[in-house]
């Protein structure tokens, strides 16, 4: 089990189940888009992003973007670390059919892809000495051709596809989920043997 030391910010209560098998931290619910309404529970979110942090895990749809989103604007973004869940296909088993985008959620995501996702988030997990790595930057994204280029919107749309992650994201939002999943060497890495071939296609 993972004891990290920010509050983590979840969609549902299905979500918070299945976390609190994974993590030692306090675990908040949304209840969905009810925060935006929810006063007692923004003021709640604020209290503990001062005084722990928070760690937002949303579902990889546009509804837990819209939340995340959400979330930035009440509390200060130094105070907000984002986990990202990869974008997979599928269906949680309590459901009768998928959901309308048909990604499954953070309760349909195995325990390892979690765990493997906090763990590039930059949370801090007691025990654990996270080495710093240099991060990605929108001089990258110029580099690489997914910024300033004509075609730098439909390239970005590749990678994310590639990466399993939204293809809706927008620049800000991309290159702060890659310094999550990858290091700038790795990005580069990738770009130069995979990712270019499907550029180009």
Sequence with gaps: MLRIK?????????DKIKL????????????????????EKQNLIRQLANKRGLLIITDSDS?????RNFLKGIVKDSTIK?????????????????????????????DEEIINAIKRSSATIEGENVKKTEE????????????????????????????????????????????????KDEIKEIFAHKILKIIQT
């Design 6 to 14: 920010e509050a983590v910010v979840v969609e549902g209560k299905y």
């Design 63 to 67: 509804a837990g973007f819209v939340i």
């Design 20 to 39: 609190k098998g994974i993590i030692d931290a306090p675990i908040i619910e949304t209840n969905g888009f009810r925060v935006f309404k929810d006063k």
């Design 136 to 183: 990605i930057t929108k001089n990258d994204f110029f580099e690489l051709g997914l910024t300033g280029r004509d075609n730098s919107k439909s390239n970005r749309e590749k990678v994310l596809k590639y990466l399993n992650l939204p293809t809706y994201l927008t620049t800000n939002a991309m290159i702060s989920a890659l310094n999550v999943f990858v290091t």
């Design 82 to 110: 984002q986990c990202y869940i990869p974008q997979l296909k599928g269906k949680e088993k309590r459901k009768e059919k998928p959901s309308k985008e048909g990604y499954l959620g953070v309760e349909g995501i195995s």
